[in-house]
């Protein structure tokens, strides 16, 4: 596991809960998340614990800032080892109330704020050669197919996987490694609203299945198995039996 961390949408869910993991093994974490308060909270809380951490106040929808983000970053550490892009938006997508700017929202969090972060950390673990290091993102389950009611955000997170696939095999080359993260249901503050939440994982149980993974090399992370397999077996519906078996009931309820 590399020595520095550089993690967005570390003040909540699966990105504080990686930033605590990573902390207790002694990582030195550079923390970006919108709201600093909170992240300095957590850094705080670290720096009891004997850590080093940077808090970082960032919307990675805003490429300045995420390129700030990471410039503060190597002045205080010097390197990033690994970077866990955490920052995610989730919004509902009533199909007969279409908005665009909800969706624009997504896009600009969901997948801009990772391509930015690209942008800014791929020179930077190039001129770390021969040790290179590793990028993983936070995507979903939902990205498999476009689920009723949440289009917007399946369309977010497929786009955030099929970039990743088109990346990772060159990147690789140079040492850059790629790891694409799909978890199903998360207890975070996002999914709070979601109600019934099947095969649900608690932040800090997917935080060290995360890491665990990424240590052992794997590419492309997804969890737990039975959604997993489930989303698996939805993307190969015809389209007629996926409309039948999805589209009504959960977009009418949407809806209302």
Known sequence: ???????????????????????????????????????????????????????????????????????????????????????????????????????????????????????????VMLNQQPSGGTIAAISSLAGDRGIPGSGGYSASKAAVNALFDGMRAHLARRRIRLVTIAPGFVRTPMTERNGRMPFLMEADEAARLILRRIARGDRVIRFPLPTSMAMGLLRFLPARLFDALLGGRQADRKEK
């Open 1 to 123: 596991m590399g020595s520095v961390a550089f993690i967005t949408g570390a003040s909540s869910g699966i990105g504080r809960a990686l930033a605590l993991e990573l902390a207790a093994r002694g990582c030195g974490l550079a923390l970006a998340a919108r709201r600093k308060e909170v992240l300095e909270d957590l850094t705080n809380g670290v720096s009891k614990q004997g850590g080093e951490a940077l808090a970082l106040a960032c919307d990675v929808g805003d490429q300045g800032q995420v390129r700030r983000a990471v410039a503060d970053t190597l002045q205080r550490f010097g390197r990033v080892d690994l970077a866990l892009l955490s920052a995610g938006v989730g919004r509902p997508t009533v199909a007969a109330k279409f908005k665009a700017a909800d969706f624009a929202e997504q896009i600009e969090t969901n997948l801009m704020g990772v391509a930015y972060c690209l942008e800014e950390l791929i020179p």
